[in-house]
């Protein structure tokens, strides 16, 4: 039964990511409050946040520090700009922080308000500074099939998942998706990791080589994908594809959208992953999704070829309203903060061998054919038959049924395609934790 509410929304709500056809005769789950790892809905009913939000409340709900850091700032300045010639203290000091922090040496960091304008921006970036550097030619980007890096043109052009193709009229030239680094489904038959990571990395000298060095200029990629259904690749495979990045002169930009801020027990995905990136994107965790802000760190060489390109234009010609919005800035800095204070790290760090020794455990159930993971974030493959790897047919929606089970379970979870993702808010305990895989594992045996 719909309830009024759920109609209300279901008419006037044009909803991201949902299926606009049964949305009206399913209803959503409208949800009214939260505390900890927990969020409740209009009921009343709570569900354990196994996806923290969307892989983004990294502190969960109920921070009173993240609630008076924002009240602060709007009483003192809920808004100024950083266009011509202006700037506030909560930019500077995160701009400061975050360069701090990179996992690069870091020269500025350029503030959007979502991963999308993040990865949007780095496409421009790219543009803009080989034109600058006198190298015109050099423009394409390539990303990778199941990459996900946004919903804007220019993002979802390398997000590498067909629905945010289709009928988009998308990929926009200039933009190459390579092989996916998931062993479980592209491995031939017997390949270890070690030589699916070794093959990977040749496919991809063949296609820079196809299409010739002095045109492609970078490779973006998430250290673990995350919206492609959480795939972690062999631990050989960074190493390797940066050696050929480095042959063919081709920029790394990660895309630590999801992966920043302690998701896999480091400050980022590409330390853990050893990935030497030129360029970070960076948003989510960033404020633990209190408020929308996102950025780009760049490097000496861009930030030079930048300014060189205004001695000779007159103006950097890129920016958005919000970027480094004071009361957002406020809120990630304080973020930051408590991050740090609360050394969130090594909580993460402890919690690590038991959140995988749950989801590895999930691999006996006999519906998952993978269960995979590192740090704190994972996934179930959900399989017809364990032995050959074979999909359930896709009309049975197979992980979107365990999905429902899970909610009905209380606890929230994500299908993509066939694997049910979890990525708990980072403060998650380990009793929760148990908690969590309890109700998920109850899920799991209800779907059929
Ligand atoms: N990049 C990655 C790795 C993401 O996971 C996402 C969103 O999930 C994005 C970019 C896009 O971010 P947004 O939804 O804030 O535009």
Redesign the pocket.
Known sequence: MVTNLQARDAATVLHPYSNLATLPRQGSLILERGEGVFVYDVDGKPYLEGMAG??CNALGHGREELVEAAAEQMRKLPFAHLFTGKSHDPAIALAEKLKELSPMKAAKVFFCN??????DTQMKLVWYVNNALGRPQKKKIISRIKA????TVA?ASLTGLPNNHIDFDLPIPGVRHAGCPHHYRFAEAGESEEAFATRLAAELDALIEAEGPETVAAFIA?PVM??GGVIVPPETYYPKIQAVLEKHDVMLIA?E??CGFGRLGEWFGSTALKMKPDTV?I??QLSSAYAPI?GVIIPDWIDEALTRQSEKIGVFGHGFTYSGHPVAAAVALKTLEIYERENILAHVNGIIPGFQARLKALGDHPLVGEARGTGLVGAVELVADKTTKRSFDARRAIAAKAVGFAQDEGLIVRAIGDAVSICPPLVITSAEIDLLFDRLTAALDRTE
């Open positions: 969307l892989w979502s991963g999308s304008e993040a990865n996900y890096h946004g919903v993002s998430e995350g919206a895309d959208v999801i994107s948003a989510k996102a």
